[in-house]
């Protein structure tokens, strides 16, 4: 019998169960990025629906280049820190532990309150289209490369930011290192084509990523629970692999281990999607192979064989996306044995905005 739906310890943080919400991005925030009511309800829904730990959307950390959507939260100033306060107290007064997940776009940018300009490893666009569920924009720019300089900025812009999420009263921090965003950018092949320290071998190209979990570790303490969250594919390029296959992610996992993480994430299309260059592991699988370091895993997890993952990854948090905009109260559910309904994409159209999804309840309230 699994202990899927029993208080278990993560790090320092008791959580009533294994089920997190998977970060999601809504795009519902103020247009400087504050966060609203309109978002502390939708959390607390989560929370009330019975999910041990929320994971908050990718939340943009500098006034720089960090930021990809227009109203995406920011953590950066004292409004936004406030904001993200009235959520945080109301997740926890509803029983759930709340992590924020600190994001760079990178190249992956569509809009963004501070500056025109993308910034990237290289100048090298995505893959694809941009998304239109963020935003209207049908072309990617061409990034910056980004120099020494904005390079520490960046790493700055993390730390800050995680500390300000310490203050507002966050349960830990989970650096977004995954889906083809900035940190995943430098470990990209496709992206990164740089031929200073930052580019080639995959040490080189670990260095931001190390540096980050690095400066966030240092600005929060030794004490408070810091991750990050990995994928090879990208939110364009879902099929993308590293040239270094499974030894080249463990090698990564364990670096990011080395500088300070407590757990990882991974994220694929599914949780045991076996995608590598080379042998027959799935990215979790990999990761939950390394010594000491937690493992949260994501893709494709439902009520019909989350048993069976909570049981193949012994202690690790299971993270649900899809399966969660469909059903907020999904792990109440589970409990209850109530049906759990597939997601409908029309609730993210023509937006994946708050302000959509509950149009879309309403209309098709029984
Ligand atoms: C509307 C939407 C927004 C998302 N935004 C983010 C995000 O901000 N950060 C992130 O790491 N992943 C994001 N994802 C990916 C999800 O966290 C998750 O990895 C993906 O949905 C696969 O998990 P699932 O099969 O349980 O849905 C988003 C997914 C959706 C559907």
Redesign the pocket.
Known sequence: MSDVMQSNKFKSIELPNRFAL?????TSAEPDGTPNSLMADHYEGYAKGGFGLL?T??TYTDDKASQGYANQPGIINEAQIAGWKTIVDRVHAAGSKFMV?L?HAGAQFQANHYTDQPMGPSAVMPKGAPLG?YGDQTQWQTPEAMTEADIKAAVDGFAQSAANARAAGFDGIEI?G??GYLLNQFLSTHFNTRDDNYGGALENRLRLVTKVVRAVRKAVGADYPVGI?LSQGT?TDPDYQLPEGAAGFRQIVEAVRDAGADFVHT?D??VNRHHFTDGDQSLASVAAAVEGIELII?????ETNYQDVANQFPGALL???????ANPDFVQRLKDGKEIAD?DFAM?QPK?TIGNELAWRRQNAA
Do not use: Y
């Open positions: 998977a970060p999601m991005t809504r994971i959307e990718g997940q994001m569920f977004h995954a889906n969250r939110v994220t299309g599914d994501n893709g494709n997890i439902d993270a649900v996306g899809k399966k969660a905009l997601i993210l994946a």
